[in-house]
């Protein structure tokens, strides 16, 4: 034996096994480096390991079988010992070995310590949201000793992040097909859906994660600070033919430290087994223990069809961009209706397509309304029952109690009967997580319920801060429960993140005037210039809840001329504070005779925050939704006007 390890030694069969090794292991990291950039396939580095696996022992006879010469390799036999060179060819392979070593040292510790650039393809941003905010003035902006948690969405580090947190951003398709971005976007949802159905943690919703994409975003830290989570989810999607690469990683944001990381080789049959085992490695990751019960859940969410979520990807992105800058959303939407059909085909289980689903039939309920013609009343019955059917599909396709709830809440506000209301509120104030419903707020204001949904608007801005729906919600929430501080300050938050959205603007306006801030609504005046009508619609409010009607009546020529008959949301404000209930039950009556009286009514009482700004007879249709749903009447929480009487 030890003359056999001599003859091994003496023949460098060690060494030239090792150096084989080294220069595969760089071989392999070079081909794992090029391989995008050359379009090499999925399987291109598993071809490569393979041949020099095969090679290793190919290399281990040539040395013990041939000797390096002068004159080139000869077999060993044929080369007398005296004239041997395998002392100087063993010092040679020493030096390429140490040499090769040290290479491999210095990229290891380059992937570690050299800070992280994921380039991404670029492609138009799905919603607007990362750009630098126009400023407001300082006299409205929102107190520093008093900021809501996440307000400023750019303002990293301003509260440690919850351990238990995370955010996935969108994969990398590594390729300039439109179905591959489809397909990584389908697959980092999947991922997100997963981990949210985790109790314990806190996921960043789409809306927001989904907003880093491109060549040009921040480190990962940095978007961790701007999400308000602990770690980072990316990755990377590259299809060829029936093959899938994956690769996968999450990051510690405190540290930029890559806690696990795995490159998956497998076809598209084993796309879903990829999505559960990357789920699964980050609760792992993060020491979060779940049951099988908490686990079933877990994948429950899953597609379970690379067609469908690709269908289903190319749907959400016509949605979002139907619902953002866009004056005729329900044509928008028009071109997603066949997607969502084909994906339901497809997966008939899949809730939150038919859900979104159901939203342009919402729209379009909402346009038949307000046209108020015979054959727009067809219409509005036939996109009720489309509306109810889809979601009623999406509520049995779900075994998750907070969506079925806030399913509840959307079926409900768009139907005509509201038999049931306050089981459905009271489902809803129950709700972990961060389920979303469009009309949520309507209903707690009505109920006397505001207060208790202000936690839960709160944790909405938590999973989804770069969202300024979210933060419109918080604000309309904190509202109607007399938070008028935390209205404010919601609504600059939102503004952050859309300096050109109305609604985030008058509700701040609203806030002001409700806080008793009448220079701030001034100074706000002046910076949105608004015409002398806003101006002396809210002088006069100033005026009337002080009691001064001649002042107010002056106000209130500035905005001109009353409507001719028609019906004022700004007038039947002023009729209510002023005391003129005549007026104001005549202008709700008016309104409660449109078949899209009870949205306008119900915003109207939550903006005015007076009480009963009409009379609850003079509003039959109103009333009899009031009574089903066993909801006060007055509207509990509202301010003092002295010249109301009622």
């Known amino acids: 034996m030890n003359q056999l390890l001599s003859e091994l030694r003496r023949r460098n069969v060690f060494r030239v096994a090792a150096a084989y090794l080294v220069v595969g292991w760089l071989v392999m990291q070079v081909i794992s480096v090029i391989s995008d950039a050359a379009g090499l396939p999925g399987w291109a580095d598993s071809l490569a390991l393979v041949l020099l696996l095969a090679g290793l022992p190919v290399a281990v006879f040539i040395a013990w079988a041939f000797e390096l010469t002068p004159a080139g390799l000869k077999p060993t036999e044929q080369v007398d010992p005296d004239k ?72 990293a580090g301003a509260e440690e992040p919850p351990p238990l947190s995370v955010a996935v951003l969108p994969f ?15 697959l980092s949802e999947e ?60 990051i510690r944001a405190a540290d930029d430290i890559h806690l696990w ?30 049951d099988e019960d908490q686990r079933a859940r877990m994948l429950e969410f899953g597609v379970q069809d690379v067609e469908a979520y690709i269908l289903y990807q190319r749907a959400v992105e016509i949605s979002i961009s139907a619902h953002h800058h866009r004056a005729d959303t329900l044509e928008a939407l028009e071109p997603a209706l066949s997607l969502f059909e084909e994906v339901t085909r497809l997966a008939p289980g899949f809730s939150a397509a038919h859900q979104l689903h159901a939203d342009y039939y919402a729209h379009q309920m909402g346009r038949a309304q307000r046209e108020n013609t015979e054959d727009s009343l067809i219409t509005l019955a036939t996109a009720r029952d489309n509306y109810n059917r889809l979601l009623d599909l999406a509520k049995n396709s779900t075994r998750d109690p907070n969506r079925r709830a806030m399913i509840d809440v959307d079926r409900l506000f768009m139907n005509e009967s509201w038999v049931g209301a306050r089981t459905i509120i009271d489902q809803a104030s129950r709700t972990t997580g961060c389920p979303y419903s469009a009309w949520l707020q309507e209903l707690t204001m009505l109920s ?45 938050a939102g503004l952050q993140l859309d300096s050109t959205d109305t609604d985030l603007m008058w509700s701040s306006a609203n806030a002001l005037f409700q806080a008793g801030r009448r220079e701030d609504v001034e100074a706000y005046m002046n910076f949105l210039q608004v015409p002398d009508y806003v101006r002396g619609f809210y002088a006069a409010l100033f005026e009337a809840r002080g009691g001064d009607r001649e002042a107010a009546i002056e106000a209130r020529t500035l905005m001109g001329e009353p409507s001719e008959g028609g019906i ?79």
């Open 448 to 492: 006397g319920r505001s207060e208790d949904f202000v936690p839960y608007a709160q944790r909405m801005t938590q999973c989804d801060p770069l969202n300024r729906i979210n933060w419109l919600v918080l604000t309309s929430i904190a509202y109607d429960a007399g938070q008028y501080d935390l209205a404010h300050e919601a609504a600059i």
């Open 191 to 250: 991922i997100l859906n997963y981990l949210a159905a985790v109790p314990e943690l806190l996921v960043t919703s789409r809306t927001s994660a989904f907003q880093y994409r491109g060549d040009d975003i921040p480190s990962a830290p940095e978007i961790a600070a701007q999400l308000g989570v602990a770690h980072i989810v990316e990755g990377s999607v590259r299809r060829s033919g029936d093959r899938v690469r994956v690769t996968a990683q999450i």
């Open 568 to 646: 004022n949301p700004y007038e039947l404000r002023l009729h209510a504070v002023l005391g003129e209930r005549d007026a104001a039950n005549r202008m709700a009556a008016q309104l409660d005779a449109l078949p899209r009286s009870l949205t306008d009514l119900i915003r109207m009482t939550a903006t005015c925050r007076c009480g009963a700004m009409w009379d609850l007879e003079s509003t039959p249709n109103f009333a009899r939704i009031i009574q089903e749903a066993d909801f006060p009447w007055p509207p509990p929480g509202g301010d003092d006007y002295p010249l109301k009487d009622w």
């Open 84 to 155: 041997s060179l395998s002392r100087a060819t063993g010092t040679t392979l020493d030096i390429a070995i140490l040499a090769g070593l040290g290479l491999v040292a210095v990229l290891v510790l380059t992937s570690w310590l050299w800070p992280r650039d994921t380039p991404q393809e670029p492609r138009p941003d799905q919603i607007a949201g990362l750009a630098e905010p126009e400023s407001v003035p300082a006299t409205i902006s929102a107190d520093e000793d008093n900021q809501v948690a996440g307000a400023n969405a750019g303002d």
């Open 261 to 290: 990381s795995q490159t998956y080789d497998r076809t598209m049959e084993d796309v879903f087994a990829i999505q559960d085992d990357i789920a699964q490695n980050i609760t792992d990751v993060l020491d979060i223990v779940l």
């Open 172 to 186: 990398i398709a590594m390729s300039s097909d439109p179905e591959d971005r489809y397909f990584a976007d389908g």
